[in-house]
């Protein structure tokens, strides 16, 4: 079973920036999952954030992503990335990569005003 690390996650002032790393274990055939970003605020549902097809595009985005947030991978590397970009106090919350259909455990994102 694939295993998924999310890294890269802190504590940043609204406006700054941080860049989220996700690497799976099962490397052999990574090129060929969709890979997807996911978070989870304090006492809301999990929400969609962005996706990224095995050949690196297309990209799709959240309303709340687009524009702010970028995701990208390195298959050589066997990793996605998310930039998170202008970031605001609600973009808080714990951000989950799935690789097909399995999660990492998150790293968490906290932004103060």
């Known amino acids: 079973q694939v295993q998924v690390r999310e890294s890269g996650g802190g504590s940043v002032r609204a406006g700054g920036s941080l860049r989220l790393s996700c690497e799976a274990s099962e490397r052999s055939f990574f090129g060929a999952y969709t890979v997807s970003w996911w978070r989870q605020a304090p006492g809301k549902e999990r929400e969609y954030v962005a996706d990224i097809n095995g050949g690196g595009g297309p990209t799709t985005y959240a309303d709340s992503a687009k524009g702010r947030f970028t995701i990208s991978r390195d298959n050589a590397r066997k990793m996605v990335f998310l930039q998170l970009d202008s970031l605001k106090v609600e973009d808080t919350a714990v951000y989950y990569c799935?690789?097909?259909?399995?999660w990492g455990q998150g790293t968490q994102v906290t932004v103060s005003s």
């Open positions: 799935v690789v097909g259909q399995a």
